[in-house]
């Protein structure tokens, strides 16, 4: 799935792009291209940083009387789901910005609502972790923080001009 993700946005672009005016190419291209690359680090972080954790506490369960003998398809099962979890989860930084864009949210509107980020950031990772231990959740929480602080970021840099022509609403009201 990985390795056929650009064939399958390039079709997909190749799909779209003839219904789109000149300054939504302009803008759905940089969109396409970093989501692919945030979906693709986030995927690699979930596989080299979380993915040994998370596999030696289910390997953990082994003691004398029970041996842990995983199939191949358990191990893919959970390998997957890392890979989507966190490549979603990386996509929060373009997420923002795109809200931004369709002005929904700015910098102000996310510094106010930072400590329900937080509540919302390990809710979700106690939700989407595919082990119940806390070290896997912290390791999916501590990025999703992370990233809602780059969102900021990225939406003071990016997000100045909407595309739709209603960011001045949500700044002055």
Same mark, same amino acid.
């Given at each position: 799935?990985?390795?056929?993700?650009?064939?399958?946005?390039?079709?997909?672009?190749?799909?779209?792009?003839?219904?789109?005016?000149?300054?939504?190419?302009?803008?759905?291209?940089?969109?396409?291209?970093?989501?692919?690359?945030?979906?693709?680090?986030?995927?690699?972080?979930?596989?080299?940083?979380?993915?040994?954790?998370?596999?030696?506490?289910?390997?953990?369960?082994?003691?004398?009387?029970?041996?842990?003998?995983?199939?191949?398809?358990?191990?893919?099962?959970? !390998?997957?789901?890392?890979?989507?979890?966190?490549?979603?989860?990386?996509?929060?930084?373009?997420?923002?910005?795109?809200?931004?864009?369709?002005?929904?949210?700015?910098?102000?509107?996310?510094?106010?609502?930072?400590?329900?980020?937080?509540?919302?950031?390990?809710?979700?990772?106690?939700?989407?972790?595919?082990?119940?231990?806390?070290?896997?959740?912290?390791?999916?929480?501590?990025?999703?923080?992370?990233?809602?602080?780059?969102?900021?970021? !990225?939406?003071?840099?990016?997000?100045?001009?909407?595309?739709?022509?209603?960011?001045?609403?949500?700044?002055?009201?």
């Amino acid at each position: 799935m990985l390795i056929s993700s650009p064939v399958i946005f390039y079709q997909i672009w190749r799909f779209v792009a003839p219904g789109l005016y000149g300054h939504e190419k302009r803008i759905a291209l940089p969109f396409s291209i970093i989501s692919t690359i945030c979906f693709l680090s986030g995927a690699a972080f979930g596989y080299l940083i979380v993915f040994p954790p998370a596999f030696r506490f289910l390997v953990g369960y082994s003691n004398e009387v029970l041996e842990v003998m995983p199939a191949v398809d358990e191990y893919f099962s959970l !390998a997957v789901r890392l890979f989507i979890a966190f490549g979603v989860v990386f996509e929060l930084p373009v997420f923002m910005v795109f809200l931004a864009k369709m002005g929904m949210v700015n910098p102000a509107f996310l510094r106010k609502n930072r400590r329900y980020a937080i509540l919302i950031c390990f809710v979700i990772a106690a939700i989407v972790t595919p082990t119940p231990d806390v070290v896997n959740q912290l390791l999916m929480a501590v990025p999703l923080l992370v990233l809602y602080e780059l969102s900021i970021i !990225a939406v003071v840099v990016f997000g100045k001009k909407s595309f739709l022509g209603f960011n001045d609403e949500v700044e002055n009201g």
